[in-house]
C-alpha cells in the first residue's frame, strides 16, 4: 500500500504513521538541539577567553562590548546614534545647551516668550 494514500488508510494505520513522524521529528530536534548547544558552548568559551586575555580593552570599552552583545540579542533595542553637536547656548548659564533635538528647554522657552528671536542663542561654530 502507498504511505500517501491517507484516504484509503485505517485508523489504526493513520495513528501508526502518526506516531513514527513524532518520534522521527522528536530525534530530529533532539540532535538539532544539540548542535546548536554545542555552537552556544563553543562561541561563549571563546568570549570567555577573550575577556580573560585582557584583549587590550579598557573596562569601559569590556561593558559598551557586553551592552552591544546584549542588546543584539534583543529586536527592540536601540541602534547607537551619533553624538550631537549643541546648536544653542544659554548666555545666562554657558554650561546650558541645546542640540536643537526634542522639547525645547525651559530657559530657552522663556527667552522666546520675553520676545526674542532663536537665532540669538545660536552657538556660532568656526568653521
Same mark, same amino acid.
Given at each position: 500500500m502507498n504511505r500517501n494514500d491517507f484516504k484509503s488508510m485505517s485508523t489504526d494505520e493513520l495513528w501508526a504513521?502518526? $506516531?513514527?513522524? %513524532?518520534?522521527?521529528?522528536?530525534a530530529a530536534l533532539t540532535a538539532e538541539k544539540s548542535v546548536l548547544e554545542n555552537r552556544? +558552548? &563553543?562561541?561563549? &568559551?571563546?568570549? $570567555?577567553?577573550q575577556h580573560a586575555?585582557? /584583549?587590550? #580593552?579598557?573596562? +569601559? /570599552?569590556a561593558k !559598551? !562590548?557586553?551592552?552591544?552583545? !546584549?542588546? %543584539?540579542?534583543?529586536?527592540?533595542?536601540? &541602534?547607537?546614534? =551619533?553624538?550631537v553637536v549643541p #546648536?544653542? +547656548?544659554? =548666555?545666562? &548659564?554657558?554650561?546650558?545647551?541645546?542640540?536643537? +533635538?526634542? #522639547? #525645547?528647554p525651559r530657559w530657552l522657552a522663556?527667552?522666546?516668550? !520675553?520676545g526674542k528671536r532663536i537665532d540669538d542663542f545660536r552657538i556660532r561654530h568656526a568653521a
Open positions: 504513521l502518526h $506516531e513514527e513522524i %513524532a518520534t522521527r521529528l522528536a552556544l +558552548r &563553543r562561541l561563549q &568559551r571563546g568570549i $570567555e577567553i586575555t585582557g /584583549d587590550a #580593552k579598557s573596562s +569601559r /570599552d !559598551s !562590548s557586553n551592552a552591544k552583545s !546584549s542588546n %543584539a540579542k534583543s529586536s527592540t533595542a536601540r &541602534r547607537p546614534y =551619533p553624538a #546648536k544653542y +547656548r544659554n =548666555p545666562e &548659564r554657558p554650561s546650558e545647551t541645546w542640540a536643537g +533635538r526634542g #522639547k #525645547k522663556a527667552q522666546l516668550k !520675553s
